[in-house]
């Protein structure tokens, strides 16, 4: 898609990230991240394990405090001591590797709940909704199926499902198909380029290099809480410019 659809770079950023610093006690996870995501920019975020790009994708909806720098998401400051982190939530999905789905909510029930709880969308309504965005993740005839029914390509739809029915600006995604059976992963990354042809700014942290060279607009390498090196997949898979960059990619490759 890099190639068909140019990275959508004009006009304001949807997220920006600036000296963006976490700790953990005394250990620096994130060491200064700076990094500017445009509406509807697919950005890929590879890595070595530890260099911190699951903190960076929790940094985003807060699941964790940054320590410092300043994080916006369209007119939310979300590093703002005041900031409603439901809002921030409301307007951010997140998937991650292992679904996270409740296993004893239906699918459907799955994708409603929030849409009650979170934004007061009841009975009929967010059912319509969680339909139409179970149907797109092509899970139209699991609706009362419960998780444990399911293959874990089918969770791993039906938690993608459950974020989109927030109508989020922006889609986190945590190493969604790390945790798949191999046979299992095409389908779920065939969901996600669809999302991408559709527009939807994407964050997402991979070992996926063939999705990413095919569908990120931009790769962004990660290592030790630093970003090392950004640019389109053409560039950043196939003739990186950084010893570190080559070094993992020669590992993952
Ligand atoms: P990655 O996703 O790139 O594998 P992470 O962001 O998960 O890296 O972790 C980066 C570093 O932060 C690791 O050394 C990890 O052990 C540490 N870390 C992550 N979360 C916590 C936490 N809640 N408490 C303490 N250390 C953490
Ligand atoms: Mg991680």
Redesign the pocket.
Known sequence: MSELTPAPVEGEPLVEIRGLRKSFGTHEVLKGIDLVVHPGEVVCIIGP?GSG??TLLRCVNLLEQPTAGTIRIGAMEVTDPDVDIDLVRRHVGMVFQQFNLFPHLSVLRNCTIAQDKVLGRKGADAERIARSTLARVNLDDKLDAFPAQLSGGQQQRVAIARALSMDPDLMLF??PTSALDPELVGDVLTVMRRLADEGMTMLV?THEMAFAREVAHRVVFMDDGMIVEQGPPEQVISAPTEERTREFLRRVL
Do not use: I
């Open positions: 394990s790009k699951s945590d190493e942290v």
